[in-house]
Structures are given as C-alpha cells and as structure tokens.
C-alpha cells in the first residue's frame, strides 16, 4: 500500500523569501508523484507533477519540485513566495504500473501562509 | 470549457438520512472519481466509474455507493449518514488514454456536508 507523509502541517513565510514544502512516500512499486494547491472553499488545482524523466519538475506558479528516489521525497520548493501563494499543499501518488486511471493517495496538506 | 461542476455547494443533514451528491465531468472525460476530504485532511479515495461500472474502490463501507450515467455524469449515494460523514466530497474527472498512459485528473470544487 501507498502511503504520503507530510512533514510540515503548518509553514509560515514572510513574503519574498523561499519557501520548501516537504513530503516523503512510500511505496513498494513505482510511482508518480504529485503537488496540488487547495485554496479556501475551492477544490484542487495541480501545481505540478513527476511521471518519468528529469527529477527536477518545475510547475506553475513558480513551484517546482525533485524527485529523489532513494530518500522517497519529492519535496516542493519556491525561491520566493507571494502573499497570493497561502493556500493548503497536497502531495500525492499513485501507482505507475497499472497506468491508466489510478486512484490518488494524499498526504494529510500542508497550510502554507505568506505574511507582510 | 466548463470544467467538473457539482452540485448541490453545500449541505445539512441529520444522522440517519440519505444523501445524493452529483458531479458533471468536464467535458470529453468519461472517467469519475469521488474523494472524501474531512477537515483538516487530505482527501480520500471513495471509488471511480468507467463505462458505467464501478472499476476501483477505496476502503469505504457499503452506505456509500455511486452511480454512472450514458452522459458521463456520476452521482454519489451515502446512506445512514454519521456524524463522521461531514466532510468535503470531491470529484474529479479523466479521459482514460488506455491502460499505459498517463490520464491526468481534473477536480471540481466539492459538495461541502454537514451532518447533525
């Protein structure tokens, strides 16, 4: 079974300094990987994600992300934040192998809150 | 484009009472997922319909089941409702590509429910 911990329940930042948003899984196959943001009584939007290929993934917003297969992290990182980026951070997996449409496995967010 | 759409935004129940939650997937998608996001967690696969079948289920009892139309569109059922139901129900909709592609999923903005 799939599992995504989420080291960090609360970040707070001051505007326009970097921010890492850190998430570790576990897995027994391969995986994908993904960051979406929630923003009060809104669904999720998908910052970006990791499917193959270069470990380094940059998304919207700013947000990019690494996947480091032997730390099992793909922890999310922005060199400055906005006071428009406070928003709740899921990260989340899903198993590679079967492909198609899998179910997703969500860590338990991280709220993010940018201050003056 | 309009994308998932749910309805109804929210509602308020009592223990004991039933239920329907819709979703309309966004168009061209034939795929429906239904995640539970309680307060303060992250979301939690329910199940997903495909061609009208339920293909994937998470660890939910039986008082929660679903429903697929020819249209695409999914509605979801919770019977005897518990305390423990209120939470956010997401929605998201895919294209199933096939078995070896990667399809991404598109969320709605949820059905907030309150149970008293």
């Known amino acids: 079974a799939q599992s995504v911990t989420q080291l960090d329940s609360q970040v707070p930042v001051f505007e326009e300094a970097p921010v890492e948003l850190r998430c570790n899984y576990s897995?027994?196959?391969?995986?994908?990987l993904f960051w979406y943001v929630q923003y009060p009584n809104q669904g999720l939007q998908l910052l970006l994600k990791?499917?193959?290929?270069?470990?380094l993934v940059k998304g919207i917003n700013g947000f990019e992300a690494e996947f480091n297969k032997s730390q099992t992290s793909f922890h999310l990182r922005k060199p400055s934040v906005h006071i428009s980026d406070t928003a709740e951070y899921f990260c989340?997996?899903?198993?590679?192998?079967?492909?198609?449409?899998?179910?997703?496995?969500f860590g338990k967010g991280t709220k993010l809150t940018v201050n003056p | 484009d309009a994308g998932v759409t749910q309805s109804p935004t929210h509602l308020i129940k009592t223990r004991g009472q039933q239920v329907t939650l819709r979703c309309s997937p966004k168009s061209g998608h034939d795929t429906v997922s239904w995640y539970q996001q309680a307060l303060g967690q992250g979301p939690q696969f329910i199940f997903q319909y495909y061609e009208e079948e339920e293909r994937q289920r998470g660890n939910f009892p039986d008082r929660f089941s679903g429903h697929q139309f020819p249209n695409y569109s999914s509605e979801l059922n919770v019977n005897a409702l518990l305390l423990g139901d209120s939470a956010l129900y997401l929605c998201?909709?895919?294209?199933?590509?096939?078995?070896?592609?990667?399809?991404?999923?598109?969320f709605g903005p949820g059905t907030r429910l309150t149970v008293l």
């Open positions: 990791y499917l193959s290929g270069s470990t």
């Open positions: 998201a909709s895919e294209y199933e590509w096939g078995v070896s592609s990667y399809n991404e999923q598109f």
């Open positions: 989340a997996v899903s198993d590679a192998h079967q492909g198609g449409s899998e179910k997703l496995v």
């Open positions: 897995s027994s196959v391969s995986v994908y």
